[in-house]
């Protein structure tokens, strides 16, 4: 099995992080959460793997969203 480079392992530290956020959620919204949050990683699945600053961007910009979700007033989401 081929190792993973760090912006990688950095991408699926914060796909895990969303994950531990969305069982967090009251149980009638965590499906809308889990949902959002496949969609927007699979939007971006297509990026090539090169492409570091798009990468990073992206990263810097999930883990804001992460930190705005996060917070106990946000319950639910809508796309």
């Known amino acids: 099995m ?4 760090g912006l990688q392992l950095q991408v699926l530290a914060l796909y895990r992080s969303f994950m531990r956020l969305a069982k967090t959620k009251p149980q ?11 969609s ?8 090539p793997r090169t492409d570091r600053h ?10 804001r969203q992460l930190e705005t ?3 106990p007033n946000v319950r639910a989401v809508r796309r």
């Open 2 to 5: 081929a190792r993973l480079s």
């Open 28 to 38: 009638p919204d965590r499906s809308d959460f889990v949902a959002l949050v496949r």
């Open 69 to 71: 979700l996060s917070a």
């Open 54 to 63: 798009a990468i990073e961007y992206f990263l810097r910009r999930g883990r």
């Open 40 to 47: 927007e990683f699979r939007e971006r699945s297509g990026l």
